[in-house]
């Protein structure tokens, strides 16, 4: 599978963005799906996770409340909702595919798509 995030971009502090990630391949539906961000000189950090049907959703503490993760596996693609940004939510945001582990452990992740920018401007 091959995933490709979108929607980045250029934001002010309490705005909102919508981050899409599409999948190619016929099996997206199989697969459990998770964002992570990394900023620069950071390590990579967990945002969320999204299970196979949508029903099971997990939510770093800094996010919770403030962003929502869901997919429509008809059109391939895992959404990221971000409302209320912060200065401190600037960074490289992936998506992945969740094979193994712990939701929150990037290592359990594969098929990294190439990152999306989010700037949040104080």
């Known amino acids: 599978v091959q995933l490709q995030a979108s929607g980045g971009g250029l934001v002010q502090a309490g705005g909102s963005l919508r981050l899409s990630c599409a999948a190619s391949?016929?099996?997206?539906?199989?697969?459990?799906m998770g964002w992570f961000r990394q900023a620069p000189g950071k390590e990579r950090e967990f945002v969320a996770a999204?299970?196979?049907?949508?029903?099971?959703?997990y939510y770093a503490d800094s996010v919770k409340g403030r962003f929502t993760s869901s997919r429509d596996n008809a059109k391939n693609t895992m959404y990221l909702q971000m409302n209320s940004l912060k200065p401190e939510d600037t960074a490289v945001y992936y998506c992945?595919?969740?094979?193994?582990?712990?939701?929150?452990?990037?290592?359990?992740?594969?098929?990294w798509g190439q990152g999306t920018l989010v700037t949040v401007s104080s």
């Open positions: 999204v299970g196979r049907r949508d029903t099971s959703i």
């Open positions: 391949g016929r099996t997206f539906s199989s697969y459990d």
């Open positions: 992945a595919v969740w094979n193994r582990g712990y939701y929150s452990d990037y290592r359990g992740y594969d098929y």
